[in-house]
């Protein structure tokens, strides 16, 4: 678990290098390399089918590249990847915790698996911190989608991770909500210099948040920088207008794990 | 191998059992149910053939040992249909959780949620039908630890094949071990069998068990040779099992199968 004491490494949490993912003849990531630094939040933006969700996949070691490298904190994915995980952490939409488990259940659990030290007090304190006090004998699937959403950023806090990924997190929230969920996390890139890969379809909240941006269209990277720079570059009157250019200019493919 | 993570996988199902007890009721009813059967079927037939044949010893100790072997397996592949039920492949594998851990949680799940059917099972056969253990001697220890070690296998192969084919293929797995008794003649010897049933039975570690056990029952010395191969047997199957488990879920992973797994697109 980084310390936030320790001097900011130079080194990035996240190098992907190369990567490619093929399923027969088509290419669903097509050569795409990343880096994301410590506190810096990354966009990774796209159409459907871009290859978001498959970039992130293979980062989150549940799918496997065709080629090119993963290092999460300088180490090697394909290599250790047990010791690569232990310094990541992941929420996606579509990967909801077990709903016949309670919020507190389910952070005990997933803390076990992660090896957080001082699991009990870890879980006081990442309930407190998400509004989840009342909630915290219920079990996950009868929460609300925001509840349950913000569930699942407990989680991937837990270990106070050096890499963040997250999947569309404010999908499906209500507006309240997911400014809430954005100042959080945003404050938890910035105050423990953990970095935050973020997919989003929402370009205003892309703005808000991130760094830097990456396009991804056709499973290759097509733009990448900060988006306001992106945008005056590219004459558009803003990110959202910019994503269509590119969207209509790269149409996707559809292909992909579910991306 | 990280306790932690291991017991993160058995506090799952611990939270699960005692959340739910409709989850232990079947462990104990189902074992129950069939050891009332088959004790009023020995204890009647008990009667026609007279007191020559222990058929109590045989018939219900053979019953008594096939459904361990049963209760280890579905413990086990429950255990794992936990996680395809609540659709937590992509939460779990994305931990630092490596695959021995995993199953060694899932083991450790199967061989508590067994004992609790064992005990019922164990109480009813001693305590209403008489069956005493002693009858089987020393030979109880191999007879036990061959059937647990092939629940073990049986139970993480078929884990192995939902993994591989999707969430539908449970049904596959729930008749294996009814698929499986004709072939290792739990209440009848091998030599009854057709040579190509013989054969599949020469193969399986549950069959020397149950002919050990008709031997011993019988009056004649434990075949203690024929243990030692099923029980080289099972450690064969039981490390089998583990490898064709890690080349499923390395499949899995190669196609993104994990990651899109509650969708059942796999093929």
Redesign the interface.
Known sequence: MPDAAAPISAEPVLAATGLC?S?GDLAAVDGVSLEVRPGEIVGLVGPNGAGK??VI?MI?????PSAGTIRIGGVDLAKA???A??LAN?A?V?????????VE?NL???G????VPQLSARIDELIEEFDLVRHRKVKAGVLSSGEQTRVALA?AMLNQPRLLLLDEPTASIDPATARDIRARIMEFAHARQAGVLWTSHNMYEVAEVCDRVLFLSRGKILLTGEPERLIAEHDAPNLEELFIRVAHEHPATGAG??A | MKASRVGAIVLRQFYLLRGSPVRLLPMVAWVAIDIVLWGFITRYLGELTGPRVNLTASLLGAVLFWEFLTRVMQGTTTAFFEDVWSRNFLNLFATPLKISEYLTGLVTTGVCTSLLGLVAMLLLATGVFGLDFVVYGIALVPFVAVLFVTGIALGIFGAAIVLRFGPASEWLIWPIPSLVSPFVGVFYPLAVLPPWMRAIGEALPPSYVFEGMRAIVAGRPAPWEMLGIAAALAGGYLVLAGLIFTRVYRYTIRTGLIARYSAETAS
Do not use: C, D, E
């Open positions: 993912k399923y969700t498959t996949s989150l070691g549940v799918l496997k990847r047990s010791r995980l232990a992941f996606a579509y990967a909801p915790l077990p709903g016949n488990l309670s259940q005990r659990v997933f076990m698996m992660y090896g989680k794990v579910g």
